[in-house]
């Protein structure tokens, strides 16, 4: 314990005269990170050229340019600007015009497939348009029939009475649906031309469309 | 794993396949096996995209991927395989120097594609080539496929091209790991016909393939011949460039230029020979070649180079006694030995460079003493002392040099110790090494910022050259010097002088590709011994 109280007084524990410093000189502080750029003794000599190092750097140039133009090369989404801006159209990526590449997916995990037929079912309202349908087109054939039967029952009126009240109540009810129908559409017309200024305005590119196909199991929208 | 091959290997993929792949890949580097959900929570990107990322990725060799005990498909990056693209020029070139022009677009084609079935490749290539015919006018009649055909049979017999390792599947036929091959040889069985079909791979429907289940092959891996025909149905289809054979090739052609410069081009061609003939007979691991006869070497030399026994005796003495002891007495190559050697002289070229030939002279002494005191090193360099001493200083701050206490008494004074300075290559040449990374990474970053700073200047030049080629077919003199001059004099020097700094930088990261390969062969090869006493 003496000892090393002793020895603080003296500045360094080692003798410094052995590492070729004089009693009196001063050790450089380092106060500060070494230089970014280290100074260098001796300027480096310029890369030696030959034929086949020119040959090389034009390949790599290639091999670069086609790398870019390839369809490895994955580009960012365009991004929305402050404006929309009509030059935008033709402002094309690094490899726009490259061909779609479609991994072979046999050689692939499959969890690396885009699922297209989930999406196509997310926007389909149609495939419930058509069920709709189906339910009623038993209907028309035996409204067709019943039709018939009113013909037939015009043409001796005095037969079957009841059944004839019957089937133009059938009748009006269907003509009263298909006005309806009529009317909405007359609706949706006076609509689009109320409002086109903004709905034609308004064009949805599709871009942001389908980045949540996670969560589509909630069913066709309506 | 350091920091500074990150940094590179990032720079290397931005500039290849653009950001996204970019930080999927760096994201993948920094940590070990990684499943899709979990790239994409530390990406914060878009699922679409992390997933077209990954293909590129795996279509391009770096990244494969496995399932791992809880079933989930985990990814896994290879820095190595990132920064072989700094070497791609040097294979493309390394093809056509020994099969010709052919074989440079096959090889260039398979590097771009990542990996490919070798009809669309071989189809590619002699659609480029005849295109190129047509546009030179030549009156060499059109390249068939069969010529094409042939010539990638070659490279797969020379071992430059190698099929994919092939996929695992489970039960339900999903794709969930890549294979890990039992025998080398079946990656390098030689293309059948069914190869050339163009879409050979996809067609082939995931049933057919687990026909022949993998337990199967496994068993049989000691029969090579009997597992070949078997893995022939199975065998991938795809294609891929096999680095590791063109990294021998540049090892053996870095030990015939040093034998060239040490001693002459004949003793070179005996060099090339034994280096030749060890080829086909040495595991690529080993540090040492397949011993050779005398009269082997004999006969496989060239026709129109062979020399007298006589002659040949005196020039395998030379090699064994001059240098640094590539070929020993017994009549073998020692691969270790020369990569030693080679990357030694690498060091002492950057010792040159950058302390002077002064300095160099230490270096030397250092490298012959192995342990040496500082008197001994200043007397024996024959330098005067100050200024010795300052330069061996310097090396010792910048840890080319290294520094061995040795105290005779406990307490370790300075005045009862020895110091010894030595050189321990290993961990120079790791230095070396990062700093060669970081020099990579700094060359890429600056010229981008060089392109991109003329970028407007370089877009205008793209658009004249345009209009003039577009104008040539009409032939119209004036309006062509007209288009011309719409780049300023001014615009063309500064033009000029973007391209003179491009190429140089360009060189420059070509050359230190060079010296990468040198460094990491080097280490490489002090590693193997450990690997080989594990297994």
Known sequence: MAGR????????????????????EVLPSVAQPPPLYPPLFFRPLPPARNSDLDYMVALRQELRFSLHKSPYYVNAPHKAKDIERYSDKYMLGANDGAQKWEP??????????????????????????????????PDVSQLLEKLEKVDESRENPDDEGNENEETE??????????????EEEEYDEEDLEEETDYNLAYFDNGEGYGDDDEDDDEGPTY | MSRLKFELCEQLLKECYGDIVATVGMSLLHNKATPLAMIIHRTKMEAKQVKQ????????????????????????????????????????????????????????????????????????????????????GSSIPEISQNLIKDKASILVKARLIRRCEDVCRDKDGKVISMNVTFNPELLFDSPREHDYERTAGSKRSAAEISEVP????????????????????????????NVHQFHHHFRDQAIISAVAKIIDQKASEVMRTMLRLSETKTVPTDPISAHLSFTEI??????????????????????????????????????????????????????LERFGSKALRMYRVLLA?????????????????????????????????????????????????????????????????EKCYKAAANVMVRRQKCISENKRLLDKQERVDAIISSLDVESAAEQKEEIEQMVTLSERKQLKKVGEASKVLETSELLLGHTIFILEAFINSTVRPVTVLKK
Request: hydrophobic share 35%.
């Open chain 2, 369 to 433: 003493e192995k342990q040496v005191e500082q008197e001994q090193v200043v007397e024996k360099s024959m330098l005067p002392p100050k200024e010795a001493k300052e330069l061996l200083y310097r090396m010792f701050a910048e840890n080319f040099v290294t520094l061995t206490e040795l105290s005779k008494a406990p307490d370790h004074a300075p005045a009862r110790t020895f110091y010894f300075f030595n050189v321990n290559l290993l961990q120079v040449s790791r230095m070396l090494l």
């Open chain 2, 298 to 351: 004999c006969t496989a030399m060239p026709k129109d180079k062979i020399m007298t026994n006589n002659v040949m005796d005196q020039y395998l003495k030379c090699l064994s006694e001059n240098c640094c002891g590539f070929v020993t007495r017994i009549g073998e190559s020692d691969f270790f030995k020369a990569v030693e050697a080679l990357c030694i002289s690498e060091i002492e070229t950057i010792i």
């Open chain 2, 53 to 136: 990322a990954l293909c590129s990725l795996i279509q391009q060799n770096i990244v494969t991927f496995h399932q791992n005990n809880s079933g989930l498909i985990e990814y896994s990056g290879s820095a190595d395989a990132i920064l072989c693209r700094l070497r791609f020029p040097h294979y493309i070139h390394c093809a056509k120097t020994l099969f010709g022009d052919a074989a440079e677009l096959l090889v260039e084609e398979l590097l771009v594609q990542g990996r490919s079935t070798l009809g669309d490749a071989v189809n590619k290539t002699v659609y480029k080539l005849n295109e190129s015919l047509a546009a030179s």
């Open chain 1, 104 to 137: 072979d997916w046999n050689m692939f995990p499959a969890e690396l497939q885009e699922k297209r037929k989930r999406k196509l079912k997310a926007t389909g309202a149609k495939p419930n348009l058509k069920a709709a349908r189906q339910t009623k087109a």
């Open chain 1, 169 to 182: 109540e059938g009748v009006k009810k269907e003509k009263n649906e298909d006005e309806d129908d009529e």
């Open chain 2, 214 to 241: 993998l337990k199967k092959v496994k068993l049989e891996t000691g029969d090579a011949a009997s597992s070949l025909g078997k893995q022939n149905d199975t065998g991938s289809s795809y294609w891929c460039v």
């Open chain 1, 5 to 24: 109280g002793r020895g603080r007084g003296r500045g360094l524990s080692i003798n410094i005269e052995a590492l070729g410093l004089g009693r009196g």
